[in-house]
């Protein structure tokens, strides 16, 4: 069982940057797949990054690579999403999630088990 818990949304200018962070808590923490999603209003839950557990191996969206950054640290339990050159187009609820599988792409929702509560990103133009 894993419980996240994500915080640093906020409101921000185009072209500036957030840095979001998601606390889990469970003691197998270390070998899940880490991904963060998005989810404008009355769009669909959308992929936007995520980590591997053992070889930290990254995989972005299109609409975020080279633009945001996943990283984690097992030793704190932790996992953030930096995101710089912010678009109003990335304007979403972004929510952490864990997934026990391995190997993949793991960009789908269905891939990931455990969820967070979501944090509100707010890009004006």
């Known amino acids: 069982q894993v419980q996240l818990v994500e915080s640093g949304g906020g409101l921000v200018q185009a072209g500036g940057s957030l840095r979001l962070s998601c606390a889990a808590s469970?003691?197998?923490?270390?070998?899940?797949?880490m991904g963060w999603f998005r989810q404008a209003p009355g769009k669909e839950r959308e992929f936007v990054a995520r980590?591997?557990?053992?070889?930290?191996?990254?995989y972005y969206a299109g609409s975020v690579k080279g633009r945001f950054t996943i990283s984690r640290d097992n030793a704190k339990n932790t996992v953030a999403l930096s995101m710089n050159s912010l678009k109003p187009e990335d304007t979403a609820v972004y929510y952490c999630?864990?997934?026990?599988?391995?190997?993949?792409?793991?960009?789908?929702?269905?891939?990931?088990?455990?969820w967070g509560q979501g944090t509100q990103v707010t890009v004006s133009s």
């Open positions: 999630a864990a997934s026990p599988r391995i190997g993949g792409l793991r960009r789908d929702v269905e891939d990931y088990d455990y």
């Open positions: 469970g003691r197998t923490f270390g070998s899940y797949t």
């Open positions: 980590i591997n557990w053992s070889d930290y191996g990254t």
